[in-house]
């Protein structure tokens, strides 16, 4: 339902920037940072109402430099709606709910569920989701991808939860698809290192 989907929007990209819990102003600064390192897919999680002028913002910065924001943190069939309206291109979940992911689909966003085991990730593919979200992406560690990848091999994953720039490419070389870090941007020196995996085979 959304492999074709997905595979677009992140294309070559190896590293998503997450822009929580932050003004505006500051949203819009660090997302055109992130995109003039070279990180081309931002998402801003928006968990509670307050944050959807942040994720409004960002869309519209993104759409002046031919880039998209994607929603994080998107739990009910109300937030996909306020994700949608605020122009979001895809949303993202730390958990699987399949009816949130019908519920994206039907306003034509695809959806990045949260899995954490493969129950939960056979449960996904069998509803057509191939591209998930692992979290928490620290506790599950880079061999637990490694392990998956043999029952799964359909199966592409955003590793999400704890990464940064000293840990993030054990995941990449353990075959993840992407790595997304959030609370690590807080360190204004995370964007410029994270750049770097942007750029390596």
Not at 54 to 76: K, M, N, S, Y
Not at 127 to 139: C, Q
Not at 154 to 171: E, I, P, S
């Amino acid at each position: 339902m959304t492999t074709a989907d997905f595979a677009h929007i992140f294309g070559g990209a190896r590293v998503m920037a997450i822009l929580r819990g932050l003004p505006v102003a500051e949203t819009v600064r660090l997302a055109e940072r992130a995109w003039d390192l070279g990180i081309e897919v931002v998402e801003v999680p928006v968990a509670t109402a307050d944050a959807v002028p942040a994720l409004r913002a960002a869309v519209e910065a993104g759409a002046a430099r031919g880039r998209i924001v994607g929603a994080g943190t998107v739990l009910d069939d109300e937030t996909v709606a306020a994700a949608a309206d605020a122009g979001a291109a895809f949303t993202v979940a730390p958990g699987l709910d399949l009816a949130v992911a019908d519920a994206a689909a039907a306003r034509g966003l695809p959806h990045l569920p949260g899995v954490a085991t493969p129950t939960e990730a056979q449960a996904a593919l069998r509803h057509g989701l191939t591209w998930l979200k692992a979290f928490p992406a620290i506790a599950l560690g880079p061999a637990w991808f490694k392990a998956i990848a043999g029952p799964f091999p359909q199966l592409r994953f955003v590793a999400t939860g704890g990464l940064d720039a000293t840990n993030a490419a054990a995941f990449l070389d353990a075959g993840v698809r992407v790595v997304a870090v959030g609370s690590a941007l807080t360190d204004p020196t995370q964007l410029d290192k994270l750049a770097k995996l942007t750029t390596q085979d």
